[in-house]
């Protein structure tokens, strides 16, 4: 019931394709609404309908429908990361094209419920405060598939602003730049995305940095962290 408004909000009702070729993939049941691991994986849709301008992700039951936007830019449109789920919701990948056509990937994850609504460990117990904003990140190649893979945890309460007495806090965007300074990839990161955030990238066949990871919370507290190979 909630796809009419989806759509509305996100595509202005623009026409899409349902597309095997836009990867979602969740729990089949999510134990820990809090932490509830997704991956996407656009590849091969860029190979057969050309580049992809941005990601949009959406949790269709959550009272915050919106998790995040991805911009691939110079990257491989392929990201893992967490949420926080209400209840049990389609998740989907709303993919918008450069030349403006949208797909669309969707996946059902089953949840045991109340992500959304409670505050996460680090909230409850005061640590945040101390590593608000900390950057721990992981570069290696992807053996398998080739490239470079990224994997960071930036240190964050994500609070949604749904548990009462805590306003909404949380990272707002993240952008990796290269050694040149030509942007590789940004994120928008909105309050279902879990506390701090877990979030593994495909840099394709980028050189072995460095790199330059920059952002910003609503609060305004800036990231900004140089990465090595």
Do not use: Y
Not at 49 to 76: C, K, T, Y
């Amino acid at each position: 019931m909630q796809w009419p408004v989806i759509r509305r909000k996100f595509m202005a009702m623009a026409t899409f394709t349902l597309s095997e070729e836009v990867i979602v993939k969740g729990p089949e049941f999510a134990e820990d609404a809090m932490n509830v691991p997704i991956w996407i994986d656009a590849r091969a849709l860029q190979r057969s309908m050309g580049p992809i301008d941005r990601i949009v992700v959406v949790a269709d039951r959550n009272p915050i429908q919106h998790v995040l936007d991805f911009e691939p830019l110079g990257s491989w449109p392929v990201l893992a990361f967490r949420i926080r789920m209400e209840q049990g919701s389609p998740v989907r990948a709303l993919v918008k094209m450069k030349d403006g056509r949208w797909f669309v990937g969707q996946t059902w994850v089953n949840a045991a419920g109340g992500g959304c609504t409670v505050p996460g460990a680090s909230r409850a117990d005061g640590s945040w405060s101390r590593t608000l904003n900390q950057v721990q990140a992981r570069v290696f190649r992807n053996v398998l598939e080739g490239g470079t893979r990224l994997r960071l945890r930036v240190m964050h309460p994500m609070d949604t602003g749904l548990v009462n007495g805590i306003p909404a806090f949380h990272i707002e965007q993240l952008e990796l730049r290269d050694a040149h300074d030509t942007a590789v990839w940004r994120l928008h990161l909105h309050e279902p995305v879990s506390e701090n955030p877990l979030i593994t990238l495909e840099l394709g066949d980028q050189p072995q940095g460095p790199w330059h990871l920059t952002g910003r919370d609503n609060n305004g507290n800036r990231i900004d962290e140089r990465l090595k190979a």
